[in-house]
Structure formats: C-alpha cells, structure tokens
C-alpha cells in the first residue's frame, strides 16, 4: 500500500528525503541510462521507496528535460493477423526495460493510412519507429530516410540499401519445405504465393522456384496463383485457380498459415483430403497452426526474437545516429505435421 497520500505527486525529492539521499541520486537510479552510476545497493533502496511511495515518473517533465517522450510508433498491416502479436510483444519487452512506451497502429496495408499514421507518430514525437507494413518499394520508407527519423523494418524489407531490417530468412524457409515435399516423394507441387509486392510474398516464391531447380523440377506456370492478401480468403481463391487448371499436383506450399487455411477450405469443397490426395505447408507457424485439421506443417518464424531485434537495433540508432544500417536475417526452422505425407503411388 503506498505510503504517500495519493492525491498528490510523489516526487524525486520526496524519494531523497525517505532514503536519505540526494535528488540527483534518485534522478540516476530511475534512468535506465544512468543507473550503473549508483551502487547496487543504493539503487535498491531508492527502487523500493519507489515503489512504496507510488511514485509515477512524469513523462511530459521527462521529455522536456531530455528532448525525448520515450515513445516508441510500431505499424503493423493487420491486428487481426496473429503473427504480429509476438512481434509487438518481442518489441516492447525490450523498449519497456528501457524505459520506453509503444504505441501500436494498424495500416490495413493501406499507403495512404500508413502515412496518416506515421504523421501522427511525428505529431507525438515519437523517437523512432518500427514498420512492419513495407513494400518492396515503398515511399513512406524514403520519406522517413529524409526526414530522418530513426527507424526500423521488421517482418517485410524493401529494395532499398542502407536500411535497418529485422526479418526471417524466407527463401531458406521455403527451400526447406521444397526438400521435405521431395524427400516425401513429390514432384508436381503447386504454389499458393503470397503478394509479389511485398518482401515476404517475393522471398517465399523465390524459395520455392529455387526449391525446385535444386530437385531438378522445372515450375510449371498453371501450378502458381498468387494472392492479393495473406488471408484465408486469398488461398482458397489462388488454390480454387490452380485446381481449374486440372493441372496433376500432390502438394501445395502455401505463402502463410492463413492461406494454407484457405488452400484445406478449396480441397474439402473439391472432394479432396489432405494428406491423403494432396500435402499443404503453411509459413509463420501461427499459434494455432497446430490445431488445424489436419495439423498443420509449416516454418516457425522467430517472430518474438524478430520484433526485439528490431527494438534493440532501433535503440541503438537513437543513441547514436550515425551508426551503419544493420540487416538481420534470423534463421527459421521446419515443423513436420500430419499435412504432409508420403505421394501414393
């Protein structure tokens, strides 16, 4: 139970005088960047006053005295898509030990909101942002080179050199699903891609083609459709082109869990079972991936380690902003699941 009454503030000074020290002690101790100036135990006596006090530390006197409102803008294209919760979550555990605040907004994948959005991160005067809404070419992303606004890509990169980026490795992803399909003894194995627009849709695809001409299978045109969206709708619909071609195949590499989804909606509608006729791989490994029926084969993506990468990257370009651009690229791994099975002969 705090000690202080709560209807006033809890100052640095009022902290001092409970411990028996100076202000400027207080101030070092409740700075995340100062704190290794004060010993241990000091700090940890002035962490529990703190605490017992109630003390709330004043962001807006903060950003005054700092130049800084130790707020971080995250834009992400899709709330409702699952894979960006554990990138919101890798960010903020990481800006929150710092000390840091993160505001989330969604896009839609919309350039024109992205850029309403980014205007009203400026209007708070975000320190940095994190944008996991980029195109492979994408203006916004020039824009903030410009201004300069500290700023890192997570998820999605673009064409451009001299930009930091967070993002998993998806052509290794993919080629590793190519040598799993073909070790199961499939050689005509479609391809349900995600947009060519965006780094992730391109990466996956070249990942595919590259996954085939390693297997010595050439790609056949009628066993691709690409998707305008990473959504459950999109599969169905990319998956429904293909099975119109009546084109033979025995497995389908999806560009993301969602349009794998799709892709088992379109294969029970035709009559189809999956393993048994046709093998489906996702990507992303969602979180509910594993309850798909039948459970789904897919690429874990490190997408906690994703977003506090980027977090960690983005905290280095505000301290010093003359640091070189970093590209990461993490690598993801194969979970074999009950779509995929050995081709029938």
Known sequence: MPIQNSKSRVTLRDIARHVGVHPSTVSRVLNPGTRQMVTEEIAKKVTKAAHELG?????FAQSLKTNRSCTIGVMVPDLTNAAFAPIIKGIDNVLEESGYSVIVANTDNVAERAKRNVDKFRERQVDGLVIATARRQDELVADCRAEGTPFVLAVRSTTDIGVSSVVSDEVIGVKMVMSHLVQLGHRDIACVAGPQFLSTGFERY??????LAQAGLEADPDLFAEGEAFTE??????ASKILAT??????IVASNDLMALGCYDELMAKGLKCPDDVSVVGFDDM???SHFNP????VHTPLLDVGAEAARILLEQIEEPYLP???LKLRPELIVRASTAPVVS
């Open 55 to 59: 003390y709330r530390p004043n962001a």
């Open 206 to 211: 070249q990942g595919y083609l590259q996954g």
């Open 233 to 238: 709708e999109e599969g169905r619909r990319a």
């Open 246 to 251: 009546r084109k033979k195949f025995t497995a």
């Open 287 to 289: 979180p509910f991936a």
């Open 295 to 298: 459970p789904l084969t897919t």
């Open 325 to 327: 651009a970093r590209a």
